[in-house]
């Protein structure tokens, strides 16, 4: 199918400050999926956004030619008519309506009456999770009783329901199983064959290659040269066109010598959210030392977030344990507690857990260590200002200015802003649960460098990651998680992936 079905020309946006979007060119066919990359801040979710109709005419320069006809679109409502879908990063759903209702909001089925058709509803709702392998889910359930990866699939069958010619799909993978992302492909395959075009969004570079059919790369808000077909370009060549320079090393991991045990956790336990009775973390025991990174690994649901949630104290008299850093225990009923002993978290998720997203860039990396900043009882603001420009100048945040919204930054640059808060407190030990989520490869390779210079200033880390090659590339050790349990204990360098897996899975016994 070599019908083009999308055009955008000479597209260009500004916002105060920044031109995001300058001459940008694209290209999508009938029955493909385009890839389109770069790193964050890049342009990418911008540009998607102009097609969108999430940035209404005339707001942005260029022309949107789709199926021959020139179009400008004044609301998301306009792009959709057109045939426009998007499945956004960010999760969009609205926690406290039931799974049916967030996939059809605003286009409930209604009967003779003008009222809604709760059982159409329902059964319309079921017929597309069953579409994506998930027909388990209870249509009627509220979504905030979900996983955030069975939210994720909520999200692509809520996109699927409008029936869109033109699909986005802005990295939909990020929060899924292997499991669930394999699902997700072959509703993608089904598609294709359908005729929809899809754009498609990931720092994922084995997924592109798996599911793409030709790439375009953005850089700085510019097109890097033209669309061109997937398998003409090695991953090695398709980074240099998104950083503008060679990574040598993904993971460049640095050895350094094991010192002192920093953090000591002893018979851990979380109670189950949804479940009383019922734990979520059932007693989980480990060391973290100086000199090194401790990876956990593990599906899914298998409690990692839970596990670290609860030692950081966001549980209370949920979580039961013994946490001990530097030979002291810690209390945990709070995160106040921990923070004052030490314990740094960066949370899964940004916007709900980890950012104000309507305060501005220095309000957010301060907001972990005011008292820092506070003398006879008034807040040095010089200070702030010039602590957040060390910060953003350190972790390479591009932003317009030190005041502007965090919700105005892109995905990436906002998870900047989250380490560079919990940096700022000075922790003995930093806990990370997906850092590199949504971060283009540009800015994991800078955040595996921060990490090496934060574990040879002495922090010892802990991190959380889905990617395995991530865990396997810049961990010392890797405790492998089960069903809340703790299945393994392992050093990196002497395990490979298929044994994690075999743990993770629960194949193999605790060793």
Known sequence: ????????????????????????????????????????????????????????????????????????????????????????????????????????LDRQPVNRLGLIDWDRLRSDSLKLLEELHIGDIDPMSPVKELTVGKQQMVEIAKALSQKADILILDEPTSALTDRETDELFKVIGKLKAQGVCMIYISHKMEELKQIADRIQVLRDGRTIGESVPIGELTIDEIISRMVGRDLKTLYPKQEFKRGKKVLEVKDFEVDHPLLPGEKIVHDVSFDLYQGEILGIAGLMGAGR???????????????????????????????????????????????????????DLIFNTTLASLDRFVKLGVLDQYQERKTTEKYVGELGVKTPSMDVKIANLSGGNQQKVVIGKWLNTHPKVLILDEPTRGIDIGAKVEIYKLMNRLVEQGVAIVMISSELPEIMGMSDRILVMCEGRLSADLTCAQTSKEQVMEYATGSSGLK
Do not use: C
């Open 305 to 359: 977030s839970e596990l670290v949630m609860g030692i950081f104290g966001a549980w209370g008299k949920s979580a039961r344990g013994k946490v001990m850093v530097d030979g002291r225990e810690v209390k945990f009923s709070s995160p106040k507690d921990t923070i004052e002993a030490g314990i740094g978290l960066v949370t899964e998720d940004r916007k709900l857990l980890g950012l104000l997203l309507e305060q």
């Open 1 to 104: 199918m070599n019908e083009v079905i999308l055009e955008m020309k000479a597209i260009g946006k500004e916002f105060p400050g920044v031109r995001a979007l300058d001459n940008v060119t694209l290209t999508a066919r009938k029955g493909e999926v385009l890839a389109l990359v770069g790193e964050n801040g890049a342009g990418k979710s911008t540009l998607m956004k102009v097609l969108s109709g999430v940035w209404a005419h005339p707001s942005y320069e260029g022309e949107i030619i789709i199926k021959g006809e020139t179009r400008k679109f004044h609301s998301t409502g306009d792009a959709e008519r057109a045939g426009i879908g998007i499945i956004y990063q960010e999760l969009n759903l609205i926690q406290d309506l039931s799974v049916a209702e967030n996939i059809f």
